[in-house]
């Protein structure tokens, strides 16, 4: 369940929903500078399910894939409570601009790339739409798993801009899987752990 929240926040708007119009989208956003291995820092939103369990939330890990249609395959790596990693595979759905995107899978009706320097940080604006109830979250994305400062300012700008509150928000603390995404040279969710060496034969 607490998955399928960070995902539904993952990094959507919908028809005139109040605040639209002062989202932006990332100017002449490049999918190809976006791909790579990505941490979620951090997440606002007013989506009552994730108020009541955020205390609980741990940073996932996002690897982001470029498809040759436009549209974005994400994968997620999240610890398990065994200490384990768990893959999520997401894909957003190219919407008619550059860095907008859907998720009818996630009930995620708008996803933006509202900003990003792509060295460093990316902030990704979505609305949920479920059971008639409208969600809106903003979501910190870091190349390293540590808050930048720059993203964290653009993070609360945009904040007061589509009416959420800090208090709403979360940082989230490393977990299981970012560990093992950093000891991996190419940064992947949940990457296979190598088996322990064995000790040598005795002698003969």
């Known amino acids: 369940m607490l998955h399928t929240l960070l995902i539904g926040s993952t990094l959507a708007l919908l028809g005139a929903a109040p605040g639209q119009a002062q989202v932006p989208i990332q100017a002449d956003f490049d999918a190809s500078q976006f791909q790579g291995t990505w941490y979620m820092v951090g997440v606002v939103s007013d989506d009552q399910a994730f108020l009541d369990s955020r205390d609980h939330l741990k940073m996932p890990v996002v690897l982001v894939t470029p498809l040759a249609n436009g549209d974005l395959a994400l994968k997620f790596g999240y610890s398990t409570p065994d200490g384990g990693c768990q893959k999520a595979d997401v894909t957003f759905t190219k919407g008619a601009v550059d860095g ?5 899978a996630l009930a995620q009706t708008d996803i933006r790339v509202a900003a990003t320097d792509y060295k460093h940080f990316a902030v990704l604006y979505v609305e ?3 059971g008639g ?4 979250w903003l979501q910190l994305f870091a190349r390293a798993p540590e808050l ?3 993203g964290a300012q653009k993070m ?4 007061l801009q589509v009416g959420l ?3 709403q928000g979360a940082l989230l603390p490393k977990s299981g899987a970012v560990e093992l995404a950093e000891r991996d040279p190419a940064g992947s969710p949940c990457p296979p752990q190598r088996a322990p060496a064995l000790p040598p034969p005795p002698p003969a």
Do not use: G, I, Y
């Open 148 to 150: 930048f400062p720059e």
């Open 133 to 136: 109830v409208r969600s809106v």
């Open 156 to 159: 609360q700008q945009m904040a």
């Open 165 to 167: 509150n800090p208090s």
């Open 100 to 104: 907008q995107f859907s998720n009818a």
């Open 128 to 130: 949920t739409q479920k």
